[in-house]
């Protein structure tokens, strides 16, 4: 094979290569945001679950505390309503 021809075979290897490497760089940097996105939802959803389940303590003690007052004595609602009515 003439000389010529040698360093024609290796450009469009090198090419590819560099091609391959910038694909490469370009799903490497894309998994990276992926990354920090998944974690940025994760700590959402922690700080949601830490909500509800307050939100559910809050639940069961004001439904105990209606309980307590159903049983305890029955209420008339007239007495509920605010005096200027």
């Known amino acids: 094979m003439p000389a010529e021809f040698k360093g024609a ?3 469009p290897l090198f090419i590819q290569e560099r091609a391959m490497e ?3 760089t370009e ?3 894309k998994l990276s945001h992926c990354e920090d ?3 940025e939802l994760n700590r959402t959803v922690f ?4 909500q509800l389940e ?3 303590a809050q639940l069961r ?3 105990q505390l209606a309980q307590t007052e159903s049983v305890g004595e029955r209420r008339n ?3 509920d309503i605010p005096p200027h009515y």
């Open 37 to 39: 996105h998944i974690e």
């Open 9 to 11: 075979d290796r450009a």
């Open 27 to 29: 799903l490497e940097i």
């Open 54 to 56: 307050l939100l559910q």
């Open 61 to 63: 003690e004001l439904y």
């Open 77 to 79: 609602a007239r007495d």
């Open 47 to 50: 700080r949601q679950q830490q």
């Open 22 to 24: 910038s694909k490469i």
